[in-house]
């Protein structure tokens, strides 16, 4: 891939976390498990396992976010450096997106068919969390579809380098 493609690439997906970080952080320092709990039909558990998740989120996307901004201030851009860094983008940004570690909501692969959002929830969520992650899908699906080569392209040059 040519270097203004790369580098294309990783600004948009520095605009996109940034953007994502932004929107989290404002809700994660608006809300407390007390008050998510009180627009919640879920049990306790189930809240906090969800705000841990938007933490773990948040702190994954801002690790991004600042890794493509040193990657775009360095010159010259090199483009194996930010081929590295949209891949572990891909992995532990979009990846924690739609299927996170521990599980705190799922993809529902059948969405793409029904025109149904695909994020699913175990149990009824909080109003605004379930507002939040509505909001950003369709930026992480779109980032997904961008970032995909990264998935198959880099592990294989990586392997024929080994």
Not at 66 to 90: G, H, T
Request: hydrophobic share 35%; net charge negative.
């Amino acid at each position: 891939m040519a270097n203004t493609i790369v580098k294309a690439q990783t600004e948009q997906v520095e605009s996109f976390l940034g953007n994502t970080v932004h929107q989290l952080n404002e809700f994660l320092n608006e809300v407390t498990l007390s008050s998510l709990m009180e627009e919640s039909a879920g049990s306790k558990e189930y809240v906090s396992l969800l705000l841990a998740n938007t933490r773990r989120l948040a702190v994954f996307c801002d690790e991004g976010h600042n890794a493509c901004q040193v990657i775009l201030k360095s010159e010259p851009f090199r483009k194996s450096a930010a081929e590295k860094v949209l891949y572990n983008i891909y992995h532990q940004c979009i990846e924690e997106f739609f299927a996170p570690r521990n599980d705190a909501w799922y993809e529902d692969s059948r969405s793409a068919y029904t025109g149904k959002n695909s994020i699913q929830f175990h149990e009824a969520p909080p109003t605004r969390l379930k507002a939040v992650v509505r909001h950003l899908e369709s930026e992480f699906q779109t980032i997904r579809e961008e970032l995909e080569y990264y998935e198959t392209d880099y592990r294989t040059k990586m392997m024929q380098s080994n």
